[in-house]
Each structure stands twice: as C-alpha cells, then as structure tokens.
C-alpha cells in the first residue's frame, strides 16, 4: 500500500424528497458505480482507490463511508438511501470537503474527485453560502482537487459556476436519462486513473470526449 499513489473519490449524493421518485435508479447505479471503482482499481494496480460517500438532506449529514478502501464498499440500498426533505447542498459540500481535507493532511502524493450528484437547489444550508463554498472549492482545485457537478431539474451551469465548478453534466430525470449518466460518469472515471498515470490530470474538461 506505500508504494500505491492514493486516489480519493468523494460523493455527495443528494438524499432529499424530490429524489424519491427516482430512488430504485439512483441506488442500482451507484451500486454500479462503486462496481466501476472497484474494477478501475484492479485495472490500474498501481493506485489504491479509497471512497468516501455522503447522502444529505435538511435532517443532516449521512457519512455512509469515509476513507473506506474500495474492497471494503457496501451497496446502498432501500433502508440506507430514503429520500425525504429539503436540500442543503452547501452544507453538504463544506461538510464533506473540509472532513476530507483535514483527514489527508500530511499525505502528499493524492488525487481527489468530488462528485455532487442533486436533481435540485440549496434551499435549506445553515452554515455555508454559495461564497463560502466557492472560496472552499477554489482553494482545493489549486491543491489539485478536481470536482464534478451532475444534476438534472435545475439550471446545473447555474449552480456549478457559483461555486466555481466548471465540469457538469446534465441528465433526464428517467430510468434511460439516469442509466446514461451513470454509463458516462464510469468511463470518465477510468479515464481520470489513466490521467494521473500519465501525470496531466486537470480540473478543466473533465467531461469532455477526447
């Protein structure tokens, strides 16, 4: 494991009750998600991927992992994803940015990839605005950080670039419009692991085809 170079894959799922209509989807495509990371692992042995994950809405914070080697992921399921409430999406963001922050500190040799997946706006954070996550994200893409903002049913560029997020996909709030973004976001992750092989990983066009 001291020899692997450390990848971190932090998501931040939204958890609240617009996202109920679309629950059995989004727990069978993260479910192949963490498959994906899993396999990208096995696929590129020369880095060790660890996952931490958070669903949130207004009733709080649910850390499902944190700093979980990919060996040790579990799926998600009816009794731990239950849609329901309002979104702080802020909250979430700062929430599990700083935690993670501060659990790397000292590990030099890192990659991370946040990924927010929320099919609506803030509208219930108590502790973050809109710049204050800003400020956050900006100081972790000059560490290298690179984040990731998927979304449907809200003007997705809107947000992102309040928040200086400037990679973003779209999708269609159905079972073929969910499916396709989960097809997407594994491929891109593969090819993110390929990108800090050949040492030109960049927060820019993380979307883009080649």
């Given at each position: 494991?001291?020899?692997?170079?450390?990848?971190h894959?932090?998501?931040?799922?939204?958890?609240?009750?617009?996202?109920?209509?679309?629950?059995?989807?989004?727990?069978?495509?993260?479910?192949?998600?963490?498959?994906?990371?899993?396999?990208t692992?096995?696929?590129?042995?020369?880095?060790?991927?660890?996952?931490?994950?958070?669903?949130?809405?207004?009733?709080?914070?649910?850390?499902?992992?944190?700093?979980?080697?990919?060996?040790r992921?579990?799926?998600?399921?009816?009794s731990?994803?239950?849609?329901?409430?309002?979104?702080?999406?802020?909250d979430?963001?700062?929430?599990?940015?700083q935690?993670?922050?501060?659990?790397?500190?000292?590990?030099?040799?890192?990659?991370?990839?946040?990924t927010?997946?929320?099919?609506?706006?803030?509208?219930?954070?108590?502790?973050?605005?809109?710049?204050?996550?800003?400020?956050?994200?900006?100081?972790?893409?000059?560490?290298?950080?690179?984040?990731?903002?998927?979304?449907?049913?809200?003007?997705?560029?809107?947000?992102?670039?309040?928040?200086?997020?400037t990679?973003?996909?779209?999708?269609?709030?159905?079972?073929?419009?969910i499916?396709?973004?989960?097809?997407?976001?594994?491929?891109?992750?593969?090819?993110?692991?390929?990108?800090?092989?050949?040492?030109?990983?960049?927060?820019?066009?993380?979307?883009?085809?080649?």
């Amino acid at each position: 494991m001291e020899n692997k170079h450390q990848v971190h894959n932090l998501i931040i799922l939204d958890e609240s009750g617009s996202m109920e209509s679309i629950k059995s989807v989004i727990i069978s495509g993260f479910n192949e998600l963490v498959q994906t990371i899993q396999h990208t692992e096995r696929e590129f042995p020369d880095q060790a991927h660890f996952i931490s994950m958070i669903s949130f809405n207004s009733s709080g914070n649910k850390l499902l992992h944190f700093l979980d080697p990919v060996n040790r992921l579990k799926a998600i399921d009816a009794s731990t994803y239950q849609p329901n409430f309002s979104t702080p999406l802020f909250d979430a963001i700062g929430f599990g940015a700083q935690k993670l922050k501060q659990a790397l500190t000292g590990i030099p040799e890192k990659n991370v990839l946040v990924t927010i997946l929320t099919d609506g706006e803030e509208n219930a954070s108590t502790e973050f605005n809109a710049q204050a996550i800003k400020s956050l994200v900006e100081g972790l893409k000059a560490e290298g950080w690179v984040f990731t903002y998927i979304g449907t049913d809200h003007d997705i560029s809107k947000v992102a670039d309040q928040l200086s997020i400037t990679n973003t996909m779209a999708f269609q709030k159905t079972d073929e419009g969910i499916n396709a973004m989960f097809e997407k976001e594994k491929a891109y992750r593969s090819k993110f692991s390929q990108q800090i092989r050949d040492k030109k990983v960049s927060d820019e066009g993380f979307y883009e085809e080649d």
